[in-house]
């Protein structure tokens, strides 16, 4: 190797020409060109330097072995790693909310409860089931108690007593915000919309977004127009025309998205379809349908039961502040229910039904009497 450092010639201008091991052998070791050829000071140090690279290639005997390559460092110390949570169904906040369900597959219950203004006694004992997924239709006669029942569940009135029940948890409901934290939200039927303001200032009213101390329009209108087509509303041209200009049933289809844009599980809709034509009162079914569909639970207060039973799922009846029957949809017919709404009892089903049973055993084994299907007293 030392023999073939040395100078390969010269060039025609007399310069030393380095040799291509001797390149090597200077790039290697990291010293300068002359050392490896010889043509520099330090003849003592060439010479150690060739054997250090022949050692380091695999040179003859003697040559010595090349340094030992520094120990590597130690491993560092292990990071403690968390364990991995149990995956969660996530929902996408662009479209209707899913509405979680408790465990026993009710997300609000009512177990007993009586309302009083004075000496009238308003409600009493009455209890209800909502269930997620499902359209309960709220029917009843003028002054059977619907609206004071609707009032106690928002928080409007406080029930005298009984239990109030969501998602499985007792809580205490004393006015509309405590609602709404739960996910309770109510459209009423004058609806409370703002004709001069536009769609997106109806539906974040009273809970403006707001950024750096004003408000955000570009993210209202974002979530506007997400909430509106996830209740596949096509027939509003802009979020930006004024209420003023919107049909019956645009108008209600604005306050049903203002009801859901706040990640809602319950919806309660009071006669939605009230004074609106064929037409709408269609497309208002529809989304109430949808509402459903996605998981939330609705209640229905209606005096229409072409409405009730085209969406319904299950129907309760109050009657004089008592609640006579929550029943199927599919176990009744619009007779039995309009007796209920009368008079309290239809056949074997409604208040009173165990005196009527008792006289008369023979209607809960009749297969076509109101009790089929596992309809109860």
């Known amino acids: 190797v030392a023999a073939d450092a040395a100078p390969s010639g010269a060039d025609d201008n007399g310069r030393v020409v380095a040799s291509p091991v001797a390149r090597r052998i200077a790039e290697e070791l990291g ?33 010595r072995p090349a340094p030992a390559a520094p120990a590597p460092p130690p491993p560092p110390p292990p990071v403690p790693v968390r364990p991995t949570p149990p995956e969660v169904a996530m929902t996408v906040p662009s479209t209707i909310p899913s509405a979680p369900t408790s465990t026993d597959g009710v997300l609000l219950s009512l177990r007993g409860v009586n309302k009083h203004f004075g000496a009238v006694q308003v409600l009493e004992g009455v209890d209800l089931d909502v269930h997620p997924g499902e359209v309960l239709a709220l029917v009843g006669d003028n002054g059977a108690g619907k609206s004071t029942l609707i009032k106690g569940i928002a928080g409007i009135y406080a029930f005298d007593d009984g239990e109030y029940l969501f998602e499985g948890k007792p809580v205490t409901v004393t006015n509309p915000k405590h609602a709404n934290a739960l996910g309770i939200e109510v459209v009423y039927q004058d609806l409370a919309l703002c004709d001069n303001l536009d769609i997106v200032h109806n539906l974040f009213l009273g809970r403006e977004i707001t950024k750096g101390g004003r408000l955000d329009e570009a993210a209202m209108e ?44 319950v919806v309660i809709l009071d006669e939605p379809t009230a004074a609106l034509g064929v037409a709408q009162t269609e497309q208002v079914l529809k989304l109430v349908r949808r509402l459903a569909d996605n998981g939330l639970g ?47 009892r239809s056949g074997g089903r409604g208040l009173g039904a165990a005196d009527v049973l008792a006289a008369d055993p023979s209607l809960a084994a009749d297969p076509t009497g109101p009790l089929s299907d596992g309809g109860s007293p």
């Open 298 to 344: 609705v209640v229905l207060i209606s005096h229409n039961l072409n409405d009730v039973f085209q969406v319904a799922d299950r129907i309760a009846v109050l009657y004089l502040g008592k609640m006579a029957a929550q029943v199927r949809t599919e176990e009744v017919t619009r007779n039995e229910v309009v007796e209920l709404i009368t008079s309290g």
């Open 31 to 63: 010293v300068d060109l002359r050392q490896v050829q010889g043509t520099g000071p330090g003849g003592r140090i060439i010479k150690e330097n060739v054997e250090e690279f022949a050692a380091r290639v695999g040179g003859g005997p003697g040559a």
């Open 222 to 265: 974002r979530r506007a127009k997400e909430t509106l087509a996830g209740l596949s509303v096509r027939t509003v041209k802009s979020i930006r025309q004024q209420v003023a200009s919107l049909s019956g049933g645009q108008r209600q289809t604005v306050a049903i998205a203002r009801s859901v844009i706040w990640n809602s599980k």
